[in-house]
Structure formats: C-alpha cells, structure tokens
C-alpha cells in the first residue's frame, strides 16, 4: 500500500468548533483529495489539490477549507463543526490523471 | 453532464458462483474507468482500470471488468465469488486527457456485494 495516512482516526467535536483533519502521503504525490462518505451519497469530493498551493473547490465544499503548503501534506479545515458535518472523511492522492488514487483509512468525524 | 450509474445497491451470489457488478456512464468522448474496492472500516483499494486496448481488463484479486462502448458499461466481473469478496465496490469514470477537468474522478454510489457460503 502507498504510504498515505490520516489523523486523527476518530474525533468527537462540538458544534460551532473548528476542526482540522490531516493527511500525509509519502510517494510524492502530485494529487491529493478530501472526499466525504455518507450512507446514500458514496463518495463526494470536497477539495482536491493539484500541487503545492494550488487548490480547488469538488462538490461539497461549503463549510471547508483547505491548506498544502507541502507536496506531503493536505490539511483540511471545517471553519465551524456542525452537525451535518458527522461523517467519514477520506483523503486520497495519487500522482496523475491517468493512475489510480491511494486512499487513507478515513476519519470518522462526529459533531455533537 | 458526467455521470456514473451502479443500478444495484445490493448483490448477492453464492460462494463459488461467478458474480457480475453492474456499472454505467456518460461521459464525453473516450472515458477513463476505474473500479475500487472498500472492506469495511477500510479505505477504498484500487482494482483496475481501463484506459485504452483490450476492452477486456484485468485486475487484483481476480477480478476483470468488461468495457463496452455502445453499451457504455464497465461491469465488474470475477468467475468464482469468495465469501471474502464482500465487500462495498465503487465503479469512478473521469474525462480523458484535454476534455474538460480531467483532475477528478466522478463516483458512482456503490454496490454491497455479499458473498454467501
């Protein structure tokens, strides 16, 4: 497996709190995703990175933000934790277009 | 618009049986197809691909997918289910090279397959 891994694992976090989620890859990814996985819903990309600094929005970005300032590293950040925010998030990467993404083990994130 | 359909939420085989995971598209002009793979409390695992050549693709863990381009499917196959093959299986497409953003994949909902003994 590629060397990608999230933290924290699981995180219980008030409403209105921020929280940030890491993920650190150690192939020299160029790509890097934030996806979210709810019941219904699959997968639902909510920031993807296309290298050091370089950012933009997927398809359930509001109430996120993200950060790479390392081709190592993809931080992402929900400004103010709410509750529809409870859900599994999975960070990816991989180092082109045309080959296939490495996904870490997820976050399990719940706001209480 | 591009689009992923898995018309199944569910399948269930006998262990031993082949199994048949459906997957269709729409995409604009020639699709990059992925099939992935999620054991639960695991991250997705990547299983094959098609990109261009033999419409017939091979992968991990004896799997095969089968593309057809006027059928515009991508069905996952393998001839003989083991019960260690329940799994959640995600079928993702993406826009070829120079069509519109080719950067991210678009995800289709998921299949459970449940193997029985």
């Known amino acids: 497996d590629a060397g990608i891994t999230q933290s924290p694992r699981h995180k219980v976090t008030e409403t209105g709190t921020p929280v940030t989620l890491r993920c650190h890859q150690t192939e020299n990814h160029r790509y890097m995703y934030w996806y979210r996985q709810d019941p219904g819903h699959g997968l639902r990309l909510i920031h993807y990175?296309?290298?050091?600094?370089?950012?933009d929005k997927g398809e359930v970005s509001d109430g996120y933000s993200v950060s790479r300032s390392k081709t190592e590293d993809f931080l992402l950040t929900l400004e103010s934790a709410t509750s529809s925010q409870t859900s599994v998030y999975f960070c990816a990467s991989k180092q082109d277009p045309n080959t296939e993404a490495f996904f870490g083990q997820g976050t399990r994130l719940t706001v209480v | 618009a591009q689009s992923v359909a898995q018309p199944e939420d569910q399948v269930n085989v006998a262990e031993g049986n082949p199994l048949t995971v459906k997957c269709t598209y729409s995409?604009?002009?020639?699709?990059?197809l992925f099939w992935y793979v999620q054991y639960p409390n695991r991250g997705l695992q990547f299983l094959l691909k098609y990109i261009t050549g033999d419409n017939l693709v091979k992968g991990s863990y004896g799997f095969e997918a089968e593309f057809n381009k006027s059928q515009t499917s991508f069905h996952l196959k393998k001839p003989s289910a083991l019960v260690s093959d329940s799994a959640l299986y995600f079928c993702a497409v993406r826009d070829p090279p120079n069509a519109g953003n080719n950067r991210k994949l678009i995800w289709g909902l998921g299949t459970s397959l449940a193997v029985n003994p």
């Open positions: 995409v604009s002009g020639n699709p990059y």
């Open positions: 990175s296309y290298g050091v600094k370089d950012t």
